[in-house]
């Protein structure tokens, strides 16, 4: 028998039966799981960073994070992914803005200045501390780093108008990185790369070599 009552009525989602939880729900608890093995990893380090600790405070077992996640080298590459997806976002935005080489560079170096924070630098630390053992985790790192400069190598590539190769491209990519960062500089504690100063002089080395830029008046 035909219902009318029904006809027009809105559809409804059925709610999460008993004992499952809801695509909401669980996104939230791998979020949780992750910022929390991401403070664990920057505050005690690879080697100390414990899985029954980081279980207990997202309150759930320890063989949970085996079974979503892997071992404590796959949850330690997998907490510090978003922070490589976001500069690899932001340096696609700022090569595709529209803006003059100049501007680009600028923007390039800033992003990665903002980002060359103490928090990130001790996953970084931790990759070097660790290579020896665990040569993945490095190897990883590095392939992240390429990752995230490809947009701007593209660009480099491109600006030239193909006078230089992808190759070279990705390898001043990578140098204008470590310039505007500070390099070991800063893995050392040193925190002239934090100056407004070293961002500029790092642009204008780039940009202009050693030689001085000339004055705006005598820019063609």
């Not at 990519?173 to 470590?178: M, R, S, Y």
């Amino acid at each position: 028998m035909h219902d009318h009552a029904c006809e027009g009525a809105p559809s409804r989602s059925r709610p999460p039966r008993p004992g499952r939880v809801s695509p909401e729900e669980q996104a939230r608890r791998r979020e949780l799981l992750l910022e929390t093995a991401f403070d664990e990893f920057v505050t005690h380090g690879f080697m100390a960073a414990n899985l029954d600790r980081i279980a207990k405070q997202c309150r759930i077992s320890k063989m949970t994070i085996y079974r979503q996640v892997g071992d404590k080298e796959q949850l330690f590459l997998l907490a510090t992914e978003t922070v490589v997806n976001s500069l690899e976002l932001e340096v696609l935005e700022a090569t595709q803005s529209g803006g003059s080489v100049d501007e680009v560079v600028a923007a390039y170096v800033e992003i990665f200045k903002r980002s060359s924070n103490a928090r990130d630098y001790a996953i970084l630390r931790l990759a070097i501390t660790e290579s020896s053992r665990f040569p993945s985790l490095a190897s990883e790192m590095l392939r992240r780093i390429g990752k995230i400069c490809e947009p701007m190598a593209e660009y480099l590539h491109q600006a030239s108008q193909e006078r230089i190769s992808r190759d070279q491209a990705r390898r001043q990519a990578l140098i204008l990185l470590c310039m505007a960062v500070g390099g070991f500089l800063k893995l050392l504690g040193a925190t002239e790369p934090d100056a407004a100063e070293w961002s500029r002089d790092a642009c204008g080395l780039f940009l202009h070599g050693f030689a001085p830029e000339p004055p705006a008046d005598r820019r063609s």
